[in-house]
């Protein structure tokens, strides 16, 4: 079924997992490095500029946003990591929220790793697709920014990245700008593909 993508709210704000929505809808998680544009994503999804709050300051979402989109699913914006100002300590707390939610049983539909497709994936990036590869959740990498480079350097990053972390098909990296929308009609048939095999299986 088609999805409504203006039709978002904010439902939620957790810090702890049982602050979650306990509406059981399926969840498409955002994750990534702290700047690497998950609010930004959010806000060229669904059409509207200020659903999402974009910071200038990277590692300011601290907390689990849920976004009920069109009363099909939620929009899961996770803690950002990296970020060299944020504190170590907020850092583990971040992280381990983030463990926490990941490992807590939620009704997660597809996890989209983000990354900025001009600085490639970082340590933890790399450690966050191990985990996705074993976790047996559905996933996606989504090349960020891609407005900064031109379209043939933006694919060529993409046949970089996908070689460098082994990845056989590198068709499977979706390239992305959240300021001129590319990938963005490409990334919305990815999500309502994900909740059709989710129902299905449910």
Known sequence: MPIHFPNITLSAVAVRTDQCPRKQLPEIVMSGRSNVGKSSLINALS???????????????????????????????????????????????????????????????????????????TVQDVQMLRWLESSGHPWRMVLMKSDKLSRSAALQRRREIARSLDLADQEELLVCSARNKDGIEALRAVIEAALAADKAVR
């Open 47 to 121: 059409g509207r500029r200020q659903i999402a709050r974009v910071s200038n300051t990277p590692g300011k979402t601290r907390q689990i946003l849920f976004f009920e989109l069109d009363q099909a699913c939620y929009l899961v914006d996770l803690p950002g990591y990296g970020h060299a100002a944020v504190a170590r300590e907020a850092q583990g707390s971040f992280a381990r929220l983030t463990d926490e939610y990941l490992n807590s049983g939620r009704p997660i539909a597809l996890i989209l790793l983000l990354l900025d497709i001009r600085v490639g994936p």
